[in-house]
């Protein structure tokens, strides 16, 4: 009877993700095999042999993980620091490491184009010290949506990493410090196999976040194409409804293909977890 009760509690939430997001999406995927009323996969064959579009694809993957890549070497040793404060110094430092999420995407990317611009901060400075005879070319290409995209996501694997490694036991630590392993041998072989879920968890979102981010690539990389772009563009410009489908539908099999890895390496890289 009390189990009966909680599942009703779920049962709101059930029927809305239902109603507005599984429905939608199967409803989405469906179409992209349909054509004047007819069975075809037209629409998937002519993307895949396209060489724009396959450079837009191949370039958002480039991007995507990089990003990740970077977020990780970036937010690993930021969050193992965190996770060894006390209450107060630790609040304060999630407090700063949250706050680029709590500013439009808009304006965080407008402050990067100010920075990045041939005129920019960043050359302006290098251009004073001599470091540069001319102004480097760093907006509008892949590099400064990385740039943008860094910024936007390295909060969330902070956050993600902060979590699981304040539980990890310090004792486990010294135990294996005193049965001769080094402070490095020590943090891979107990450290880093204990934060794994954490570590997969925010690289899935750094890498689904940076594979879906709209805005940013948008102001950041100019006319370098990203799939989310080009979906905007083929559905609101193009009107192209069936072609913007079938790139919705490929970036969802991507997201769950890149979770399904992450499974399989946190499984080897800590197969008690």
């Known amino acids: 009877m009390k189990n009966k009760g909680m599942y009703l509690l779920l049962l709101p939430g059930v029927l809305f993700l239902t109603l507005f997001l599984v429905i939608p999406i199967v409803m989405t995927i469906a179409s992209t095999f349909y054509q004047e009323g007819s069975f075809t996969v037209q629409g998937y064959f002519t993307f895949l042999t396209d060489p724009y579009n396959l450079k837009i694809l191949w370039t958002t993957l480039r991007v995507s993980l990089v990003t990740t890549i970077v977020c990780i070497l970036l937010g690993f040793p930021a969050a193992y620091y965190i996770s060894k404060l006390g209450a107060r110094k ?77 539980n990890i036991d310090p004792d486990l630590l010294k135990a294996a410090e005193s049965l001769g392993a080094s402070r490095f041998t020590a943090f891979r072989q107990v450290i880093l196999p204990l934060s794994m879920p954490g570590l997969i968890i925010g690289s899935i979102l750094v890498f689904v976040g940076s594979l879906t981010a709209y805005t940013t690539p948008a102001l950041l990389g100019g006319k370098q194409g990203v799939i989310s772009t080009f979906l905007y563009q083929n559905a609101i410009t193009l009107n192209d409804w069936h072609m913007a489908s079938v790139i919705a539908t490929i970036m969802i099999v991507i997201t769950f293909v890149v979770i399904g890895l992450m499974n399989k390496i946190a499984t080897k890289l800590n197969p008690k977890g």
């Open 90 to 166: 630790k609040g304060i430092l999630l407090a700063l490491a949250i706050f680029p999420l709590l500013t439009s995407s808009v304006v965080r990317s407008f402050s990067w184009m100010i920075i990045l611009g041939k005129k920019g901060l960043l050359n302006s400075s290098l251009l004073s010290i001599g470091l540069i005879e001319k102004p480097l070319e760093i907006l509008y290409t892949p590099t400064a949506m990385m740039i943008g995209l860094i910024h936007l996501f390295l909060p969330l694997i902070i956050i993600t990493l902060v979590g699981v490694m304040e």
